[in-house]
């Protein structure tokens, strides 16, 4: 079993449709971090959290430490929010503040 | 913001040659950077963990005498592939961290090698 699992693998949506991206991990962590990395491959990263609630224009990431799980939702999606979304963890027990990564959510917003 | 830096973007060699691959963070100084591999439809792998001025610390099964990694100064670590073989060919993408008590990664925008 992997320690950071994503679902779904792969999401289709129409524009203006609210997305919602799930993540659970299986070990202690420091911190969770949301990525976005679109075709031609480059990594933006997007959010880092640790408890709670961030939002970042139309993006909002949750974190539910006791359930080890994370959301990342997309409101009012645009066919530019077509990437792939990668959950990643900073273990407790890692070295050097190493990141393990989920296997990503492959988004397509069609027009 | 923070801004790192991959060269090149793209890279075609032939088998048995040695390809270097450079990453800057370009308004930062890392003391820590890190280099990853992605297959096609895969998640990232990390290869190797390259602090300044010490020797870098691979992952279990990376080729260390293979895979080279200079992190000579905090601004700048290079991963050199050596004696090249088709199965190399992959997408290959650095991180910085910025400052020592931080987790965020900065990402490079990567570097597609292929071998012939």
């Known amino acids: 079993k992997n320690e950071v699992e994503q679902s779904p693998q792969n999401l289709t949506a129409q524009e203006g449709e609210f997305i919602t991206i799930n993540c659970s991990y299986s070990v202690g962590i420091s911190a969770l971090h949301w990525l976005q990395q679109h075709p031609g491959g480059g990594i933006v990263s997007l959010f880092m959290l640790s408890s709670g609630k961030k939002k970042h224009g139309r993006l909002i990431a949750t974190i539910n430490i006791q359930e080890k799980h994370s959301s990342l939702h997309i409101t009012a999606s645009h066919p530019r929010d077509s990437a792939v979304y990668i959950c990643a963890v900073t273990a407790l027990s890692g070295s050097a503040r190493q990141l393990t990564f989920g296997s990503g959510t492959q988004l397509t917003v069609l027009p | 913001g923070a801004v790192v830096s991959q060269h090149p973007s793209r890279v075609i060699c032939k088998s048995g040659t040695s390809v270097k691959i450079e990453c800057r963070s370009l308004d930062f100084q890392a003391t820590t950077m890190f280099w990853y591999r992605q297959f096609p439809k895969q998640s990232l792998m990390l290869m190797a963990t390259s602090n300044e001025g010490s020797k870098a610390t691979y992952e279990q099964g990376v080729e260390k005498d293979k895979f080279l990694i200079n992190h000579a100064s905090l601004t700048l670590s290079t991963l050199t592939v050596t004696s090249a073989h088709p199965e190399d060919s992959s997408f290959y993408i650095c991180?910085?961290?910025?400052?020592?008590?931080?987790?965020?990664?900065?990402f490079g925008p990567g570097t597609r090698l292929t071998v012939l």
């Open positions: 991180s910085a961290l910025r400052g020592k008590s931080t987790d965020t990664q900065y």
